[in-house]
């Protein structure tokens, strides 16, 4: 709940429940305005975003003058259950509970984010990329965390094409362990990814960016360069 809290007050002047931010809007309420379940089979910029949409139905449920509030709760609560996810997929990792901790507070409460609007739909594909990476990583040792890493790799692949960079993870994590409950986990990855490439090739269009390659340009720019220099020295270089 206080993660959830934290999101939701955490921009300033005009608070996330009192906006619609960018494509929470104009592409994914009104895609499930329109398409309903059907938008999950509807790739925006060339690829399927799974989670955004599955979020966004609901709305559509509500009165518009509720939609702020609800797509701003979305995302905050989505956000807040999986950083909690992170923080039991890191237990293998990460021994203090303490650091465990400050690190599942720190996936909720991205500084990159915090530039454009933390408590959305859009953007909280950029926090699960972050927990696939853990639940690719961490061994599986009970049916729940096949369960919870499964459900995880799968919704991280099919709601961003940057996931296929986990690639070396799960292979390697396939190969060490050679175990059945890895396989599982590896697999719904792997499923994730195969659904992308269809995607991919059944659309013409693929965003501003064009083609794949301009993902990691925008990757690198928005996420890594503003990480390291701030949005004005992102921008300048």
Do not use: C, K
């Not at 499930?32 to 559509?60: E, F, K």
């Not at 094409?161 to 990855?189: K, M, Q």
């Not at 090739?201 to 960016?209: I, K, Q, R």
């Amino acid at each position: 709940m206080g993660l959830t809290l934290a999101q939701l007050w955490y921009q300033g002047r005009a608070p996330s429940y009192r906006t619609i931010f960018a494509e929470d809007g104009q592409v994914f309420y009104a895609d499930a305005i329109h398409q309903g379940l059907g938008s999950l089979t509807h790739p925006y910029a060339g690829y399927l975003v799974t989670v955004t949409r599955l979020l966004a139905i609901p709305g559509t449920w509500l009165p518009t003058d509720r939609l702020a509030d609800y797509l701003a709760l979305a995302g905050a609560l989505a956000g807040s259950l999986i950083a909690l996810a992170v923080y039991h997929l890191t237990d293998q990792a990460i021994e203090s509970r303490i650091l465990r901790a400050a690190l599942a507070f720190a996936v909720a409460l991205h500084p990159v984010l915090a530039g454009e609007n933390l408590a959305n739909i859009t953007n909280i594909l950029w926090v699960l990329l972050f927990a696939t990476f853990w639940a690719l990583l961490r061994r599986p040792t009970t049916r729940a965390d096949i369960v919870l890493a499964a459900v995880i790799v799968f919704l991280g692949a099919t709601s961003t094409t940057l996931a296929v960079v986990f690639l070396p993870v799960a292979a390697w994590a396939l190969w060490s362990r050679r175990e059945f409950s890895t396989a599982v986990v590896v697999s719904s990855y792997g499923i994730g990814l195969f659904l992308q490439v269809i995607a991919y090739l059944s659309t013409s269009d693929h965003g501003p960016e064009g083609h794949a390659s301009g993902l990691a340009t925008l990757y690198f720019a928005r996420v890594l360069g503003v990480t390291a220099v701030g949005t004005r020295g992102a921008r300048d270089l």
